[in-house]
């Protein structure tokens, strides 16, 4: 999986533990975003990329 297949299945899983019903629902969800989480993690420190990007503030 690219980095952004990873970032939509990562709030993909989110918006489906915000708005699911059952607890268990809930739980898988969560299990889900902290899989994603973790293999965003890796993907960009195999990579070389720094853990967080902010936007360049002379385009704003």
Known sequence: MDL????????IAAMNQQHSRSTDD?????NLVEYYSK???EFRAGAGLPRYVWPDQSLI
């Open 4 to 11: 952004n297949q990873l970032l939509y299945q990562h709030q």
């Open 26 to 30: 809930r739980e898988t969800y969560f």
């Open 39 to 41: 293999r965003i993690r």
